[in-house]
């Protein structure tokens, strides 16, 4: 190729970036910011609500009876996990081991991550 040809390709291959830019729609504000729990998490009447939905929900086949460990490994004395990380997984799951629960309500959400926060502090084996 020659140089007019190779500066008019770079002309047209700007315009088309440029273009692009303008046409993806910009992130909206607070997009990837995970809510504040609106109760304290170390509650114990949320705790045992979180516990009876972790029951019903998580422990069958992932995660065994009080996050014993399952495909996953135990939760009891757990003490990497932060309250937002366990409430981004929960929401968005963890495809294609775990389904997400966004249609279960922040507050039943921020329930079971209250439970998994209580296994945390609890010592292995027990």
């Given at each position: 190729?020659?140089?007019?040809?190779?500066?008019?390709?770079?002309?047209?291959?700007?315009?088309?970036?440029?273009?692009?830019?303008?046409?993806a729609?910009?992130?909206?504000?607070?997009a990837?910011?995970?809510?504040?729990?609106?109760?304290?998490?170390?509650?114990?009447?949320?705790?045992?609500?979180?516990?009876?939905?972790?029951?019903?929900?998580?422990?069958?086949?992932?995660?065994?009876?009080e996050?014993?460990?399952?495909?996953?490994?135990?939760?009891?004395?757990?003490?990497?996990?932060?309250?937002?990380?366990?409430?981004?997984?929960?929401?968005?799951?963890?495809?294609?081991?775990?389904?997400?629960?966004?249609?279960?309500?922040e507050?039943?959400?921020?329930?079971v991550?209250?439970?998994?926060?209580?296994?945390?502090?609890?010592?292995?084996?027990?």
């Amino acid at each position: 190729m020659n140089r007019p040809t190779l500066g008019v390709l770079a002309w047209f291959f700007s315009i088309g970036v440029s273009a692009a830019d303008q046409l993806a729609p910009p992130p909206s504000p607070g997009a990837n910011v995970t809510p504040k729990s609106s109760f304290d998490l170390t509650d114990p009447a949320r705790i045992a609500a979180g516990k009876t939905r972790f029951n019903a929900s998580c422990n069958f086949f992932c995660h065994g009876n009080e996050g014993s460990a399952g495909k996953t490994p135990a939760f009891k004395g757990r003490t990497d996990f932060t309250a937002e990380s366990l409430f981004r997984v929960i929401t968005e799951g963890v495809k294609p081991e775990m389904p997400d629960y966004e249609n279960m309500s922040e507050e039943r959400r921020w329930e079971v991550v209250a439970y998994i926060l209580h296994l945390g502090r609890q010592k292995p084996g027990r």
